[in-house]
């Protein structure tokens, strides 16, 4: 899905596509650090009435490691990151086994700086 303009629903048709397409999962959402707080809470919102929610880590760290160990409730299903940490943790999430990627505020790729 590609769609420029704020207010088309790229946000709940992502939602929607998790929530129908469990082999969607796990999933990376890249995002600007100004949006990722309201996509966890969207993501959490929305998917949370279902019989088994998808899990979700926020990765807050530059730090490499960590990001396909146990979580208390099983690995992660979704991932969120932020641009400014992207190619600090490339190498943790190359070993991923994502399905789906979604680039939140794409416009961001063309900084060199990430």
């Known amino acids: 899905m590609l769609a420029d303009e704020m207010g088309l629903g790229k946000g709940y048709t992502t939602v929607a596509y998790f929530a129908t397409a469990k082999e ?17 809470r969207e ?5 949370s009435v279902h019989d088994n929610p998808p899990i979700i880590k926020v990765i807050r760290s530059g730090k490499p490691g960590g990001l396909n160990s146990a979580h208390l409730l099983g690995p992660p299903d979704i991932f969120l990151i932020n641009y400014d ?3 600090k943790r490339r190498e943790d999430l190359m070993q991923l086994p994502l399905q789906t990627v979604i680039l939140d505020e ?9």
Do not use: F, Y
């Open 24 to 40: 969607a999962l796990p999933a990376l959402i890249v995002a600007p650090l100004v949006v990722l707080k309201h996509w966890e």
């Open 85 to 87: 940490l992207l190619s």
């Open 43 to 47: 993501l959490n919102r929305l998917l």
């Open 106 to 114: 794409v416009q961001a790729l063309r900084n060199t700086g990430t």
